[in-house]
């Protein structure tokens, strides 16, 4: 097998441009959609039912359906309902933060119900309120078992945000199916694409479990 | 001091406390001993509202703990509560387990809240391992950090729920050690356990629950010399 | 055990459907001519697109038709646009139409048969757009199918993987974009943005041609390089040309009469 490095070299630059721009979607879908997270998986909790309603089905709802499904419609449809205008990158952002809040709200509703029951009356019997308990004796305890889940999720945020292509966000996968379009070859940008979406996702896993060692008592 | 009035608490239909009355004075060392499903814990529980009262009343100090305009964080942070797993914040040191509410609840500076955290360590024994983390002491030491955490607050009663049932044999003495002395210096205690001994020497009146029912109360030297009751008959025959 | 038995069941008719899906075209008695693979790209009307799950379209009719006269079964499934290069290279199908020009570029990693259209880029803009020619698009927004010849033409006027232009899976997403004001205009060929025009009174799109600017691109099959159809396919090709069969059905596509004349001195 010919390999065409020179084609590599060719598209280089914009492998770094794609890498930079998937970085960026993937940074910000993690932080909002943490954040979304957080809150959806604190209203799911609820214990007034019909107000959780809204936050279960919204994560049925992305977790139910193709995250392609939900990036097409997004900049197709909700983002021009908006702007008039499609815009690649806001509907990127919108769409992996959206779906990735769904999943990270059920990691915190599992990591906050894993902890024992008796943290939380530990805490109230010396007189917090709920809010100070969840804040200073739940959360912290139940954010150190939500590392390695949160890990996964975010792994497969990166992944996704591939499917930012699709719309013409020029991110990384963009460049290599620009690359294999014009020169209609298979091994060289899409092996380097891999090599790059390898380097990414291996670099996040070994960032949380560096996180997760800091977080470590004894 | 803590005045219980016809308190009910049911599971679904599993109606564990039926009709509970108890007043206990200020000072006083009260010990409930009874079989285990009596609903002994369930009774501490609810004195500080871990447990939602399904009927009757309790008040601490007069404040009826049913009233809706009540405090209930207040009024908890005036009753400390030690519980028989410890609950220790496996998060932080152990001094920062003793820290936290005096300064989240009480709003005390962080070096006031250490000068009290050491002075109660001191007391119980452990100030060399103020620093240390809950998952490496042994269960006597963690429930000694717990107590110490719960006067942190300035509590004027003190509820222990078997805080030595989950220890080893030799570990109880460290701890009962603790509480003799609490009782010594005039804390109003209710203590559920087992621990006949401690119930003998330090209690100034025993409660025997069986079946949700307080069966049968007296000072701790007429319960166990001369009970009245089978039900507590049978069970002391048990136990000593 | 049950766990165990249940589990195999669901396996089992898992790999049916799956089995199923992929269908059975391997007859390779030796009197028979074995069934060629042919793929697609079917998001490409009227060439090649889906009328409820079937693959249908002028090159689906046309295709058939050749291997007909070559006398060879065919099997058409579509793959989408880049898989259809992909498995031509590595000879996974035998053919592919998909209203694939014929270029020196894809002639250096596959062979083609003799051109059997004749297509050129035009422009699609919304109605009352500044856009006049194809030197109006300078500056402007343009979405293209990746891979395509419209995208070389505006790379050749613009530079390559230039800031302003939006390459897209296929044309029904850049033209979902023009239409969404994600971009200003799009290239594709003629074909593609009559029919989209014609079909969508109701878009208010307009079609620009522009035949100083760009060039007129021939359509081809595409088959290996090296292939041993290539000779059989040629002669079919060229016998539909003569027949009528083919202007039958390029008038039943497209409404107007083929200029086979052209066709036959690209040979």
Redo the contacts between chains.
């Keep these: 097998m010919d390999f065409r490095w020179d084609l590599i070299v060719e598209y280089a630059p914009l492998f770094l441009k794609g890498t930079l721009l998937t970085i960026g979607l993937s940074v910000a879908g993690i932080l909002i959609g943490a954040v979304l997270g957080l809150l959806i998986g604190l209203g799911k909790m609820m214990r007034k039912k019909l107000w959780a309603l809204p936050f279960r089905w919204y994560i049925n709802f992305f977790r139910g359906t193709p995250f392609m499904v939900q990036i097409l419609l997004i900049h197709f449809a909700v983002v021009p309902a908006f702007l008039d205008t499609t815009n690649g990158i806001l509907a990127a952002i919108l769409a992996l933060s959206l779906n990735s809040a769904a999943y990270v709200s059920e990691i915190f509703r599992a990591g906050i119900q894993s902890i024992n029951r008796g943290q939380m009356e530990a805490a109230r019997s010396l007189g917090m309120t709920h809010g100070q308990a969840m804040r200073y004796v739940i959360l912290p305890q139940a954010f150190k078992r939500m590392i390695p889940p949160l890990g996964n999720e975010f792994i497969v945020l990166i992944k996704d945000s591939s499917l930012a292509a699709l719309i013409a966000v020029p991110e990384l996968m963009y460049w290599g199916r620009a690359m294999q379009g014009q020169y209609m070859r298979a091994w060289e940008p899409y092996l380097t694409a891999t090599v790059i979406y390898l380097v990414l996702t291996l670099s996040l896993s070994s960032l949380l479990s560096l996180l997760e060692k800091r977080l470590a008592t004894e | 001091m803590i005045e219980v009035k016809n308190l009910k608490k049911s599971f679904g239909t599993n109606e564990v406390l039926k009709d509970i009355n108890v007043t206990v004075k200020p000072q006083e060392v009260v010990v409930v001993i009874g079989p285990s499903g009596s609903g002994k814990s369930t009774f501490l529980r609810c004195i500080n509202m871990l447990e939602t009262i399904t009927g009757g009343h309790v008040f601490i100090d007069r404040t009826d703990l049913m009233d809706k305009k009540t405090d209930i964080n207040k009024l908890r942070s005036e009753v400390g509560m030690v519980f028989q797993q410890f609950n220790l914040f496996p998060h932080k040191k152990v001094i920062e387990n003793i820290m936290l509410a005096p300064m989240k609840v009480r709003k005390l500076s962080a070096e006031t809240a250490r000068v009290k955290g050491l002075e109660l360590l001191r007391k119980v024994g452990l100030v060399d391992k103020a620093e240390a983390y809950p998952d490496s002491l042994s269960g006597g030491q963690k429930q000694r950090a717990a107590i110490a955490r719960a006067l942190a607050m300035e509590p004027s009663i003190m509820l222990f729920d078997e805080p030595t049932s989950a220890l080893d044999p030799e570990m109880v003495g460290e701890v009962l050690e603790v509480m003799k002395q609490l009782a010594r210096e005039g804390m109003t205690m209710v203590v559920v356990t087992h621990e006949m001994g401690f119930a003998k020497e330090v209690g100034d009146r025993v409660l025997f629950m069986d079946g949700g029912l307080i069966v049968e109360e007296n000072t701790p030297k007429e319960l166990f010399d001369n009970p009245q009751e089978e039900r507590t008959k049978a069970f002391l025959s048990k136990v000593l | 055990m049950k766990k165990l038995k249940m589990f195999t069941t669901v396996l089992l008719v898992s790999l049916a459907l799956i089995l199923s899906a992929c269908g059975t075209s391997k007859t390779s008695g030796d009197g028979e001519k074995k069934t060629l693979r042919v793929v697609t790209d079917a998001a490409y009307a009227p060439f090649e697109y889906q009328d409820k799950g079937e693959v249908v379209g002028f090159d689906i009719d046309f295709v058939k038709a050749v291997a007909k006269e070559a006398g060879y079964p065919v099997k058409v499934e579509n793959v989408g646009w ?1 898989p259809v ?2 498995e031509i ?2 000879k996974t199908a035998d053919i592919a139409i998909s209203a694939i020009t014929i270029t020196p ?2 002639l250096q ?2 062979d083609f048969t003799v051109p059997y259209f004749l297509s050129k880029n035009e422009i699609l803009v919304p109605k009352g757009s500044p856009i006049k020619s194809a030197k109006d698009l300078e500056g402007k927004k343009i ?1 293209v199918q ?3 010849t419209g ?1 070389e033409a505006v790379e050749k006027l613009f530079g ?2 230039n800031d302003k232009l ?4 296929n044309n029904n ?1 850049a033209i ?2 023009l239409k ?3 971009v200003d205009a799009v290239v594709a060929d003629n074909t593609v943005v009559e029919t989209y025009v014609k079909n969508n009174p109701n878009d208010n799109l307009v079609f620009i041609e522009d035949d100083g600017t760009f060039e007129k691109e021939f359509y081809g099959l595409l088959l290996p390089k090296g292939s041993k159809l290539k000779a059989d396919l040629d002669k079919a090709v060229n016998k539909l040309l003569e027949n009528g069969t083919y202007e039958k059905l390029y008038e039943k596509w497209f409404k107007i009469k083929p200029d086979i004349k052209i066709l036959k001195e690209q040979q």
């Design positions: 880049d290069f992909i290279e590595g570029k894809r990693t596959y979405a990746n891979g395509t995208q390559e993987n939006k390459k897209f899976e997403l979902l974009e969404k004001g994600g």
